[in-house]
């Protein structure tokens, strides 16, 4: 029987559960929004709501332990500088949990993992090489029409 044994042990050995939460928290304070499946956002979300009061202290302890956590220096910087203050006047409650359906292979339920307020940033299409390297050849053909109209 389980009882009393609180937390999700996500299939993993104890060195593997840490480094695969230490991966979603850095990778969500980089990004503000992952896709994850929903037991590991569930996992993750006490993480990152820790994390995001330390950035709100602001000390220097606070940065040592952030800096413990977090995989990279940026992920760091980027807490203390963007997300903490953003988060200064809210008592707790800094992510929210989007369920997205299952996925196709095995069936896991599949999450949105997000800070609160976080907008999604629409991406420009790319412009296809070929047409990059069109488009000077069709401006000088213009360029040609026009300079035998005007002549």
Do not use: C
């Not at 389980?2 to 299939?11: E, F, M, N, Q, V």
């Amino acid at each position: 029987m389980r009882h009393l044994k609180a937390g999700s042990k996500l299939g993993r050995n104890p060195a593997h559960r840490r480094a695969t939460l230490r991966n979603l928290v850095t990778n969500l304070i980089q990004h503000e929004s992952i896709h994850t499946t929903i037991a590991r956002a569930r996992a993750a979300r006490p993480l990152v709501e820790h994390m995001i009061t330390l950035g709100k202290r602001d000390t220097l302890h606070a940065r040592r332990q952030a800096a413990a956590f977090l995989l990279t220096p940026d992920a760091t910087k980027k807490l203390f500088a963007d997300i903490a203050p953003r988060f200064a006047s809210r008592n707790g409650g800094y992510t929210r949990i989007i369920h997205t359906g299952w996925r196709i292979s095995d069936g896991a339920r599949l999450a949105i993992l997000e800070l609160v307020g976080y907008k999604l940033k629409k991406k420009e299409p790319k412009k296809k090489e070929k047409a990059e390297a069109e488009e000077p050849k069709a401006k000088e053909k213009e360029k040609e029409k026009e300079a035998l109209v005007n002549a």
